[in-house]
């Protein structure tokens, strides 16, 4: 539906200026948005993968045009990130949409509650 799509374009535009600002890549705004629509889990965290890699080319365009950039760091996070996610992947197939969505939401408010503490 052509409505649902320009939903999605100014979400993640909005997602865009988070991510780029916060660093969380914004998945912890696109699964939820997602699952909303009626995605499963593996979809949406699938979906919102493909995703995060353009935001997330934009975001580094820019903070490296800011100098905001550690490339070692970043590198290295990077390679540990490929490995993990290999296995992130095919842990998740083992999941029900809702237990995923329980165990995302208590990701999310133990994040908050410790940012909120901690900060």
């Known amino acids: ?35 909303l629509f009626g995605f499963p889990a593996q979809e949406s965290v699938g979906t919102c993968f493909l995703a995060t890699l353009f935001i997330a080319v934009s975001a580094v365009i820019a903070h490296i045009r800011l100098g905001n950039v550690d490339y070692w760091s970043g590198i290295m996070l990077g390679l540990g990130g490929i490995i993990g996610a290999q296995f992130g992947a095919r842990f998740l197939e083992d999941f029900s949409t ?22």
């Open 1 to 35: 539906m052509p409505w649902q799509l320009a939903i999605m374009v100014v979400f993640g535009a909005m997602v865009g200026v988070a991510a780029s600002f916060t660093g969380l890549a914004g998945g912890f705004l696109m699964v939820p948005f997602l699952l």
């Open 98 to 119: 809702a237990s995923f969505k329980k165990i995302f939401a208590s990701i999310l408010i133990a994040l908050g509650v410790y940012m909120l503490f901690k900060g």
